[in-house]
């Protein structure tokens, strides 16, 4: 048992030189002197029998062997912190930490109620969330920083670390506040749009600002077509429902809004075709904590409720404005 403990601490040792490429840098992270770093390195060494470095003017360089290894290593210090973490889990129950990101645009009507049903159901539960952009949801989850994320699951298909519960079909339209000189109005080009500041909201990858431009005619990068971006859907929204602003937008991202009356979707053509499919992300293999269950169901929840007040108030774009022009 002490020699396997040894030799994942020597796993973990050459995981930090592989990761940071530095001996003083790594000595720093796993709090080893560089001397006590490098006969670690030089222990692994002699039991694996190859060479991992070339030790040449002062550098380590990994050789092939590291570069092979490197992966297998991973997985072993992986799987070692697996076996501990269950333990933990069957001895705390319910208590312990919970970790987990998404988008704004989801954590804007999401991220407050989960957190309250959380604490309710678990008042010991520690929990740390993260809002930020797919790409660095992802990467914190790679670090193993998070349990799990809800956001866009086809990163997923690229990475076979990663495994996704696809949850919710996005759709996507240009929205305008209530009474915008454009609500209402059918069959709007974009050009009709171009003469308000238009917003990007979001994190919106490569494939979505391609297709975007493919439709509209419009020269990459977008951002030059656009008044403003920023991933801060909140602002988006008030600036949209104060001004005469116009945003591309998910239904997930403007579910709060249509159900306030604030915003109004517009009847552009072409209409926005764009693919994005929203869901739980989490790093395949690793077992889940009891709170991380119960947050699932919470989001699953979450989403076939989206589902349903989206379907309330999909209709012809724009009728909601013209619905309220009658009755006055």
């Not at 002062?58 to 092979?68: E, Q």
């Not at 072993?76 to 919970?98: C, K, N, P, T, W």
């Not at 086809?154 to 209530?178: I, K, M, N, T």
């Not at 997930?252 to 992300?281: F, H, K, M, N, Y």
Request: charged share 25%; with cysteine.
């Amino acid at each position: 048992m002490d020699g396997m403990a040894m030799n994942t601490r020597q796993l973990r040792h050459f995981l930090a030189v592989m990761d940071l490429g530095s001996l003083a840098a790594a000595a720093e992270a796993v709090h080893l002197s560089p001397p006590a770093l490098s006969r670690s390195l030089r222990a692994l060494e002699d039991e694996l029998r190859v060479p991992l470095f070339d030790r040449q003017d002062r550098r380590l360089r990994p050789t092939h062997y590291a570069l092979a290894y490197a992966e297998r290593a991973r997985r072993i210090v992986f799987d070692e912190r697996e076996g501990a973490r269950v333990l933990a889990l069957m001895h705390a129950g319910q208590a312990g930490s919970l970790a987990f990101g998404m988008g704004s645009s989801i954590a804007l009507t999401l991220l407050a109620p989960l957190l309250q049903q959380l604490l309710a159901a678990a008042p010991r539960l520690r929990v740390r969330t993260l809002v930020q952009s797919t790409d660095l949801l992802v990467d914190a989850l790679r670090r193993e920083a998070l349990d799990f994320f809800v956001g866009d699951v086809r990163v997923a298909a690229q990475d076979r670390d990663l495994v996704a519960e696809p949850l919710h079909r996005c759709s996507f339209a240009w929205y305008a506040r209530r009474g915008h000189p454009l609500a209402g109005r059918s069959q709007l080009a974009f050009a009709d749009l171009a003469d308000f500041p238009l917003m990007l909201s979001g994190y919106a990858d490569q494939a979505i600002m391609s297709r975007l431009a493919q439709l509209y005619g419009l020269t990459l990068p977008l951002d030059e077509h656009f008044s403003a971006s920023t991933n801060d859907v909140a602002t988006v929204l008030a600036l949209v429902a104060t001004g005469d602003a116009v945003v591309p937008a998910t239904d997930v991202a403007v579910v709060s809004a249509l159900r306030q009356r604030s915003v109004v979707r517009l009847d552009v053509t072409p209409v926005l075709d764009l693919e994005l499919t929203l869901g739980i992300v989490e790093r395949a293999g690793r077992t889940r904590v009891p709170a991380a269950t119960h947050a699932f169901e919470l989001v699953r929840a979450y989403f076939a409720a989206v589902a349903a007040e989206v379907a309330a108030h999909r209709g012809p774009p724009g009728s909601e404005s013209r619905t309220r022009k009658k009755r006055r």
